[in-house]
């Protein structure tokens, strides 16, 4: 069973920065394709970004391309989301999630939820205007 702990939510002003952890424990994390996602409220969850098993490749929503840097460590079983020049529209609650299926990056799309075998708990993180 995979667990996935996020970490690193706050508050922080707009254009501030701010990087959010997700540390999993079980299974075998350097083959999983990993993602973020978030949900404001009353909003649906949304794709933030993705990143390939290898971290050799990453996939954006438009909305935060540019901003928001997605990265992992396998050795520490991690996976960050570096989030710069946050804007008051970026507040949600942020979830990891991971795919057990590594090439569901490839052929998900791995902006769509279904392939994601398990998600963390989430983390607040909200700008102030």
């Known amino acids: 069973q995979v667990q996935l702990v996020e970490s690193g939510g706050g508050l922080v002003q707009a254009g501030g920065s701010l990087r959010v952890s997700c540390a999993a424990s079980?299974?075998?994390?350097?083959?999983?394709?990993m993602g973020w996602f978030r949900q404001a409220p009353g909003k649906e969850r949304e794709f933030v970004a993705a990143?390939?098993?290898?971290?050799?490749?990453?996939y954006y929503a438009d909305s935060v391309k540019g901003r928001f840097t997605i990265s992992r460590d396998n050795a520490k079983k991690t996976v960050y989301l570096q989030m710069n020049s946050l804007k008051p529209e970026d507040t949600a609650v942020y979830y990891c999630?991971?795919?057990?299926?590594?090439?569901?990056?490839?052929?998900?799309?791995?902006?769509?939820?279904?392939?994601?075998?398990?998600w963390g708990q989430g983390t607040q993180v909200t700008v102030s205007s």
């Open positions: 999630a991971a795919a057990s299926d590594g090439s569901y990056f490839y052929t998900g799309p791995p902006a769509t939820d279904r392939g994601y075998d398990y």
């Open positions: 079980g299974g075998t994390f350097s083959r999983y394709a």
């Open positions: 990143i390939s098993w290898s971290g050799g490749f990453t």
